[in-house]
T-cell receptor, first 116, second 114 residues
Framework: KAGVTQTPRYLIKTRGQQVTLSCSPI?????VSWYQQTPGQGLQFLFE???????NKGNFPGRFSGRQFSNSRSEMNVSTLELGDSALYLC???????????????FGSGTQLSVL | AQTVTQSQPEMSVQEAETVTLSCTYD???????LFWYKQPPSRQMILVIR??????QNATENRFSVNFQKAAKSFSLKISDSQLGDTAMYFC???????????FGTGTSLTVIP
């Protein structure tokens, strides 16, 4: 069974551009969450999607958005990139929302975004 | 909301020795889960151990065990017989009925010295 797949692994953009990151959850998983990881800040929750609906959103500006497709694949978009958006973006999946805690949350290897 | 604090940015331990990583948390919820995740250079987060707050018994997973002090809101991870493969970043996390929104600490970078 394939794990959580994130593409691309690395991305370099310049300030003001926009970027789209992709995440394919484990087959059968319907909940997808996104986290931003920066040195010294740890992981911070961006949002969670289930059945194509955003269930929960973290404390990030509106430049950060996401969506989920009918096959559970998810994308996140960051518009008008800033230097501070440089980070590792991690995607995680579970069969149902909340099962990441009661069961297990499966993470991908992330997309490393560098904003120049 | 919940907060998680890891006060040890870096630690090192000799191979085969024991090391303890510290974590404190704060939540107003009565029912919650606590976790330790490991992040090796591959960047993929790996669940090390999980503790349910209502369980008084400390969780153990082979060489990994926790010391869960609910009143003190402390959740430390003990790694016994440290191995080179334990070298990684370790994150403490809390989840209290918030779907898959976990609250993570800032991490402790552990190096196992041969």
């Amino acid at each position: 069974k394939a794990g959580v797949t994130q593409t691309p692994r690395y991305l370099i953009k310049t300030r003001g551009q926009q970027v789209t990151l992709s995440c394919s959850p484990i087959s059968g998983h319907r909940s997808v969450s996104w986290y931003q990881q920066t040195p010294g800040q740890g992981l911070q929750f961006l949002f969670e999607y289930f059945s194509e609906t955003q269930r929960n959103k973290g404390n990030f500006p509106g430049r950060f958005s996401g969506r989920q497709f009918s096959n559970s694949r998810s994308e996140m978009n960051v518009s008008t990139l800033e230097l501070g958006d440089s980070a590792l973006y991690l995607c995680a999946s579970s069969f149902l929302p909340g099962q990441g805690a009661s069961e297990k949350l499966f993470f991908g290897s992330g997309t490393q975004l560098s904003v120049l | 909301a919940q907060t998680v604090t890891q006060s040890q940015p870096e630690m090192s331990v000799q191979e085969a020795e024991t090391v303890t990583l510290s974590c404190t948390y704060d939540t107003s919820e009565s029912n919650y889960y606590l976790f330790w995740y490991k992040q090796p250079p591959s960047r993929q987060m790996i669940l090390v151990i999980r503790q349910e707050a209502y369980k008084q018994q400390n969780a153990t997973e082979n060489r990994f065990s926790v010391n869960f002090q609910k009143a003190a809101k402390s959740f430390s991870l003990k790694i016994s017989d440290s191995q080179l493969g334990d070298t990684a970043m370790y994150f403490c996390a809390c989840n209290a009925n918030t779907g898959n929104q976990f609250y993570f600490g800032t991490g402790t970078s552990l190096t196992v010295i041969p």
